[in-house]
């Protein structure tokens, strides 16, 4: 018996996970975009340029990048639901603390702590994931929660300009933290890391869920550390280029359209949300299309690599007229068409930990992660520098144009098909693929 979550048969369990799942995505990235959100007042009010606002930006990915793969490896050994609890006490603190910040150097502490919240969140929801939905179903699952958290990059901007508006840019700050907060108590009173001991779940829902997670979570087998990150090591190399476009998006897209087409702070905050919603539903249809093509063909390399290599190239595509145009409604639809290109990569990129290593998902995810969290704390710094010295705002996307294009070939060197355990034997054929 199997769950088909494309057509609505999952089991009742599940889709509560799932609606947990992706109102954590939504609250992570709310709390993390709401900077760049208000980049302009907070500049202004704290006297920063480019380049220092550039290092505040970064200043996230240092700490977000050394707590991806320790949060990952806690959510394999002490389970995800204990890490979140932790983690996610420790981005409210840092969230309603960035609302206090007197200058640069409190601003970077503030974001140093939230990478150090948010640093495990997203290997201990692959963790979650994988305990919880079988592998046909993981792209779709991986798509529709990333695609909130592009949700939450699209409804930041209103959101802040609002409130800057109503009361000021610190507000939001307080706010998204109290909302957070709330989510916490929502996950520990509800998500169990092992689905037998799901005080909901009964025994036909059971003979839904993944084998693995048929037995308790956690497990007590040692972490092949060396045999993980030699089967992630090409896909943490692609996502590396993904996310140094991504990171482009998030860090800058607000601030682009009031500095490089003079639009005031609600007009960019519109325009900016268009490009977010755009990513939002690339999110979702990425991992509907990766799950679909492994259904179809049962080739789990062009269910993966595939996708993410088309959604690379077709990103480069976009970006063409965005670098060449001044017209600032050309401009609007290629962005969205480029993120939307982007976030296609989401699902299946994301199912590829789950596909090499089930047992240490969050682990393999945390070392995924780690290359975007690389990208973040580099290209942020690249950004502001070549903005401040050329003063060309639409200069940056040259060089992530050049990062899509070596991503799409990289992806030759991935292999899902072949699992930590069974990394020297023939690929697993579509039969079982077909039993996830």
Request: charged share 15%; proline share 4%; glycine share 8%.
């Amino acid at each position: 018996m199997q769950v088909n979550i494309n057509q609505g048969q999952q089991t009742h369990v599940q889709k509560y996970m799932l609606a947990i799942f992706c109102a954590m995505s939504f609250i992570l990235y709310l709390d993390r975009v709401n900077l760049a959100a208000a980049a302009g007042p907070i500049k202004d009010e704290l006297g920063l340029s480019n380049t220092t606002l550039g290092l505040a930006f970064s200043a996230f990915g240092y700490t977000y990048a050394i707590f991806q793969i320790i949060g990952g490896w806690f959510a394999d050994k002490l389970g995800a639901k204990k890490t979140l609890i932790v983690c996610g006490s420790i981005w409210v603190v840092a969230t309603i603390a960035t609302g206090f910040v007197s200058g640069l150097a409190s601003l970077v502490i503030a974001r140093l702590l939230l990478g150090i919240g948010e640093g495990a969140a997203l290997p201990a929801q692959a963790r979650a994931i994988a305990n919880w939905f079988t592998r046909k179903d993981r792209g779709f699952v991986q798509g529709i929660t990333h695609s909130f958290s592009r949700l939450g990059n699209a409804v930041a901007p209103p959101i802040v300009a609002v409130l800057i508006a109503l009361h000021s840019w610190r507000a939001a700050f307080v706010i998204v933290g109290v909302l957070t907060a709330v989510w916490i108590v929502i996950w520990a009173a509800y998500y169990k890391d092992n689905p037998r001991e799901h005080r909901s779940i009964n025994e036909a829902e059971l003979a839904r869920l993944p084998e693995h997670a048929k037995a308790a979570a956690g497990g007590a087998d040692a972490t092949p550390w060396k045999k993980i990150l030699r089967r992630m090591s090409p896909t943490i190399f692609v996502y590396f280029c993904q996310v140094w476009t991504n990171t482009l998006f998030f860090s800058w897209v607000p601030i682009f359209f009031m500095n490089a087409y003079h639009l005031d702070l609600k007009k960019s905050a519109i325009f900016a949300s268009g490009v977010f919603f755009a990513g939002v539903v690339g999110d979702v249809t990425g991992g509907l299309i990766s799950d679909r093509v492994l259904k179809r063909t049962g080739n789990l390399r062009l269910a993966r690599q595939g996708v993410i290599a088309a959604s690379l190239l077709g990103t480069f595509c976009f970006l063409i007229p965005v670098m060449t145009s001044n017209d600032v409604n050309v401009v609007v639809w290629c962005l969205s068409g480029a993120f939307f290109m982007l976030e296609l990569t989401i699902g299946p990129i994301w199912a590829v930990p789950m596909d090499v290593a089930p047992k240490f998902a969050g682990t393999a995810s945390g070392m995924l992660n780690t290359g975007a969290a690389l990208a973040t704390i580099i290209s942020p710094l690249v950004f502001g520098a070549v903005v401040d010295l050329w003063g060309n705002w639409s200069l940056p996307f040259v060089g992530s144009g050049v990062f899509l294009l070596i991503g799409a070939l990289s992806t030759l060197a991935m292999r899902p098909d072949r699992d930590i355990e069974h990394a020297d034997a023939a690929p697993l054929e579509k039969k079982e693929y077909a039993h996830g």
